[in-house]
């Protein structure tokens, strides 16, 4: 599939096609009219479209080898996406030893060749459930150009490969997915989306914990989108990029002549989330002195700005992130252990993408479409070995590092196949014989500790960038950081540029 003129067709499709809000309209006149007295008084058309959109199978028009249009079935059965649009490829969402005949199959479909009447194929949903569905396709002419029509009747779901059976698949949980594109079937991120959906609704402290790039801000994000503060902002403050002189004025703001360089009175980050939401990223690397008053403003709801006397109430749901272990920290000393009980009222932990190897194909699938359509590259197929190798790399970077590995892997490739070359993955495979509970210790030389594993590491991938932290070929961009996370733990972890390179 082209997929940098898929986007294309997309776009071009949108003023010749009806999209799903046309339909609609149009099916709720029809459904408004009364059914006896008025329906004749629908046009033909109407009609039709009435007809196909409230269908009880799914179907779903594709032209230029995508979807045009998806009824209410298909988005019920399928998921994927709010605007209805995009629902991937079925090769993408067959069973691994099916794909290579539906791939044949669909490319037969998309160039307008004979393919069977009827078949029955097992296909993936969003939720993670296999469909069993009996696929009747044909071509036809479509608003003067050639499409395929694709139906699908359910047979039968086999219960989903999160372990759930027959879960609804527009339950509550989708929401969490739709309102910030967050991709996944894992059990483990299932758990993640069934907190986020149980405490969303509240203006209950949030706590999220996780390895750097394992989606803790897009977690943030989904829990401000669905909370009633929806319409306010989200405010976002990172606690380690801030120099600790800073910081205190970035939270609470500072009054004129407050200090040195205070030339006028500058509201703080408290008072720009008001009704809203403040997301506190990295809040484990926040300054003791500036822990103590947030600890006020969380348990009185009140603050000054710096240099000012007025005392000012804060209504504010407050959303912490961190990739420390914050009770070792408070144990350590080095993190307020009253401010970490304050925060810890609702803890959601994101576990490391090693661990919901299951998520991969799909993530890919999604950062080879964003790409594709970045780079204008053409990709028709994933090869095999690439997923066998993506969920066989221990990902120290997790998502955000599969995002940019993705990324230059499609900068690199010469075909419309995705390959995934061993250059591209910066960390030692994961062993495949061991079960991933024990993968962290497996890969770990037993005289080594996470923290020596992960300097060694890091300076690994310094010495291939000659000490570039930032950049398109910087340390950072390879090992999936944020270049301020990685100066950070550069500092923590004591690594420095040897006196010779300097
Ligand atoms: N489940 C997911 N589906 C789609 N994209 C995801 C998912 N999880 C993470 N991402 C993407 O991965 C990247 C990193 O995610 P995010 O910034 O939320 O991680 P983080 O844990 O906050 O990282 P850090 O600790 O370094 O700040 C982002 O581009 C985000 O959109």
């Not at 609804?168 to 079937?185: N, Y």
């Amino acid at each position: 599939m082209d997929h940098g003129k898929y986007m294309n067709a997309t776009h071009r499709n949108a003023t010749r096609i009806p999209r799903f809000a046309t339909l609609d309209k149009r099916a709720n006149d029809l459904a408004n009219a009364d059914r006896l007295g008025e329906a004749s008084q629908v046009d033909g058309e109407s009609l039709y479209q009435a007809l196909i959109e409230h269908a009880s199978d799914a179907i779903m028009i594709v032209q230029h080898g995508q979807a045009a249009y998806r009824n209410r079935a298909h988005e019920k059965w399928f998921g994927f996406s709010a605007d209805g649009l995009a629902a991937p490829r079925l090769s993408i969402l067959a069973r691994a030893e099916h794909r290579e005949w539906v791939q044949a199959y669909e490319q037969a479909l998309y160039r307008g060749e004979e393919v069977p009447a009827c078949c029955q194929m097992t296909l993936l949903n969003q939720d993670g459930q296999w469909l069993h569905l009996e696929v009747h396709a044909r071509v036809i002419t479509y608003w003067g150009a050639l499409a395929t029509v694709i139906t699908m009747r359910v047979r039968q779901e086999t219960g989903a490969t999160t372990g759930v059976q027959h879960r609804e698949p527009q339950g509550s949980l989708k929401s969490a997915q739709e309102v910030d594109d967050i991709v996944g079937t894992s059990p483990a991120l299932h758990r993640v989306l069934q907190q986020v959906q149980q405490v969303a609704g509240t203006d209950t402290t949030v706590l999220i914990t996780g390895e750097t790039g394992t989606g803790k801000e897009l977690i943030a994000r989904a829990l401000h989108h669905l909370s009633p503060r929806r319409a306010q902002p989200l405010v976002k403050v990172n606690c380690t990029a801030l120099p600790t002189g800073l910081i205190e004025s970035e939270l609470f703001g500072h009054e004129k002549g407050a200090f040195t360089g205070a030339i006028a009175r500058k509201l703080g980050r408290f008072e720009l989330a008001e009704g809203g939401t403040l997301f506190l990223d990295e809040i484990g690397d926040l300054a003791l002195d500036v822990q103590a008053k947030l600890l006020r403003v969380l348990q009185e709801g009140e603050f000054e700005r710096v240099g000012g006397t007025q005392t000012l109430s804060s209504n504010v749901r407050i959303i912490a992130a961190t990739h420390r272990d914050l009770k070792r920290s408070a144990s350590a000393e080095t993190f307020r252990a009253d401010l970490f009980y304050r925060l810890h009222v609702f803890p959601i932990h994101l576990p490391p993408l090693r661990e919901r190897v299951e998520d991969i194909p799909l993530l890919v699938q999604r950062f080879v479409e964003k790409y594709a359509h970045r780079l204008a590259k053409s990709i028709d197929t994933i090869d095999d070995t690439a997923i066998a190798r993506l969920t066989a790399y221990a990902w120290p970077g997790n998502i955000r590092e599969l995002e940019h590995v993705i990324e230059r892997a499609l900068i690199l490739a010469q075909d419309r196949t995705l390959t995934i070359d061993d250059a591209l993955l910066c960390a030692p495979p994961m062993p495949q014989s061991e079960p991933i509970e024990s993968i962290e210790q497996a890969s770990a030389a037993p005289t080594l500790t996470l923290a020596e594993l992960q300097r060694d590491h890091i300076e690994h991938i310094l010495e291939q960038t000659g000490w570039v932290v930032e950049g398109p070929q910087g340390a950072a961009r390879i090992l999936g950081l944020h270049p301020n996370t990685l100066r950070g733990r550069m500092r923590r972890l004591g690594i420095k540029r040897p006196l010779h390179q300097v």
